[in-house]
Nanobody, 120 residues
Framework: QVQLVESGGGLVQPGGSLRLSCAASGSIFSIYAMGWYRQAPGKQRELVAA???????NYADSVKGRFTISRDNAKNTVYLQMNSLKPEDTAVYYCNADITLLTMFHDNYWGQGTQVTVSS
């Protein structure tokens, strides 16, 4: 099976920074896309940023210029560097990945989520 384990969330003041990490483990053959979504209370889950194995990236307009997604393919790990954080960035952040297993089974996987709270 596959596990996505996130870390790096927490409480930060407005204008501060946090770095999220998500490591995929298990019987993995390859990972195409990895990304971060977030869900604030009372709102739908939304895409924050995503990256493919080829290095292309996609960002939500609300985080462009403040957040940077990166990936270590050798470690099956994706990172989200979040700078200039705002209170509206407060949410549970979820890691997501498109994974092909050693059995050639392909599916989409989610992490358990990590809370990010931006508050003074």
């Amino acid at each position: 099976q596959v596990q996505l384990v996130e870390s790096g969330g927490g409480l930060v003041q407005p204008g501060g920074s946090l770095r999220l990490s998500c490591a995929a483990s298990g019987s993995i053959f390859s990972i195409y896309a990895m990304g971060w979504y977030r869900q604030a209370p009372g709102k739908q889950r939304e895409l924050v940023a995503a990256t493919t194995s080829g290095g292309s990236t996609n960002y939500a307009d609300s985080v462009k210029g403040r957040f940077t997604i990166s990936r270590d393919n050798a470690k099956n790990t994706v990172y989200l560097q979040m700078n200039s954080l705002k209170p509206e960035d407060t949410a549970v952040y979820y890691c997501n990945a498109d994974i092909t297993l050693l059995t050639m089974f392909h599916d989409n996987y989610w992490g358990q989520g990590t809370q990010v709270t931006v508050s003074s």
